[in-house]
Nanobody, 121 residues
Framework: QVRLVESGGGLVQAGGSLRLSCAASGTIFRINTMGWHRQAPGKQRELVAT???????DYSDSVKGRFTISRDNAKSTVYLQMNSLKPEDTAVYYC???????????????WGQGTQVTVSS
């Protein structure tokens, strides 16, 4: 019964900024890697950024230097700070997390519902 709830999407002008949040709730023992993906109209879903439980990050080349992923383990929340936004960043953004719901159990991959980010030119 793990749920990921996203917020922070919206409409912004080119060059502007947005901060996305995704909070995990429910039966959770441990959260491993968390990340963000996006899917633009007519395109396949692509990886944007990931962050491990230890804080190591990785970014796609298209967002390096502009986006920053972070997490608050106490709040079971992952963030994506997006600066210098471009029209090509327009997409539905999804958060995901590898979660072990119970002690001794398996890890499972969970996804949020997605939040729309629209960058106008």
């Amino acid at each position: 019964q793990v749920r990921l709830v996203e917020s922070g999407g919206g409409l912004v002008q080119a060059g502007g900024s947005l901060r996305l949040s995704c909070a995990a709730s429910g039966t959770i023992f441990r959260i491993n890697t968390m990340g963000w993906h996006r899917q633009a109209p007519g395109k396949q879903r692509e990886l944007v950024a990931t962050i491990t439980s230890g804080g190591s990050t990785d970014y796609s080349d298209s967002v390096k230097g502009r986006f920053t992923i972070s997490r608050d383990n106490a709040k079971s929340t992952v963030y994506l700070q997006m600066n210098s936004l471009k029209p090509e960043d327009t997409a539905v953004y999804y958060c995901n997390a590898d979660i072990r719901p119970v002690v001794g159990g398996r890890y499972f991959d969970y996804w949020g519902q997605g939040t729309q980010v629209t960058v106008s030119s």
